[in-house]
């Protein structure tokens, strides 16, 4: 929560740069910016005292220094206005030292760049679920994902399917990792900091959770499955298909993608029915298949990456009409935010834009 939202005074965008400047210490530093035992001392805090800059690692980038400083100004004025500040910020081969020393490293450090995602990402959530009281604050949930150094996320495939999952209530994390070479999934808890193989999910691909966070949905061996971690076996929902990633929608329905185009993009029933058949790709494009789903709540609308001979593209798919228009070149792994803005990957970097 910034200084102006605490005094009840009008917030813009730049209370999501605070936010983003808060999301970046935190995952540089793994503490947070201002802590305090009860809210009321959080937010006295958060008007009183400064972030304390010495936390910093020694080796952090000095334009990345330079960056927190403008994003946690606790006058707006003074504050960037927008995200995109951030990359001249960081561009700036001048950028003044930080206070304390630091070793000489290349024009962009990896760490930094990390890091910088992740807050992006962290305050990109914050933003949609933010208002100015108390009670919505603290849902806000916020975490550095320290994982096991023995069960890591496992590389990424040609499949293009995700690797991990967040549930709905941001309480399990699960994703992929590798066990004597086999691949399988793993959850992991922010709140417990600790976390466990789920037993029977070999050869795992493409988490994800039931909306009420109770089943972790997967792919193997070709075919979809869904388990209760800790409570039960896997469950067969589909037949042998060429699968590419999954959207459980609601209680009953989960949209399904297709790798090579022999089903296109399904809905299918949480028992493992097909219910519906609602877009295919298009040969004449050169169009082979359609991946990971993700429509935003009860919208018709849904990302979609195509894959085709000239590469993957992001369309989006009219769910009740079937028509596919692709929108960005290079691009895949689409997200639709309730803020109006299209989440997608492009080269292994992360990018948003509005949508309309």
Known sequence: MSPEQTRANPVDKRTDIWAFGCCLYEALTTRKVFAGETVTDILAAVVQLEPDYDKLPSDVWPACHQLLLRCLVKDPKWRLHDVADARILLS???????????????????????????????????YFARTTDLESMARTKRFVA?????SPIAPPTSLGVPLLALSPDGTTLAYVTTVGGVRQLFVWSPDEGNGTLVPGTEGAQGPFFSPDGTWLGYFADQRMHAVVPGRSTPTELSEPGEYGGAFWINDTTILVGDNLGRR???AVSAEGREVKRLAVPNPSRGEVGLLCPSPLGNSDLAPVTVVGEGGRQLAIVDLGAGEVEVILEDASQGRLL????????RQGSLFAVEFE
């Not at 001048?94 to 910088?116: F, G, M, Q, Y």
């Not at 320290?146 to 023995?150: G, R, T, W």
């Not at 309730?338 to 990957?345: C, D, I, Y």
């Open 92 to 126: 700036e081969r001048d950028a003044p030292e930080a206070p304390h020393p630091a070793k000489a490293r290349p024009a962009v450090s990896w760490i930094a760049l990390t890091a910088i995602a992740a807050a992006l990402i962290a305050s990109g959530l914050t």
């Open 338 to 345: 309730p803020t109006g803005h299209l989440l997608f990957a």
């Open 264 to 266: 296109g993009l399904v």
């Open 146 to 150: 320290q994982l096991p150094a023995d």
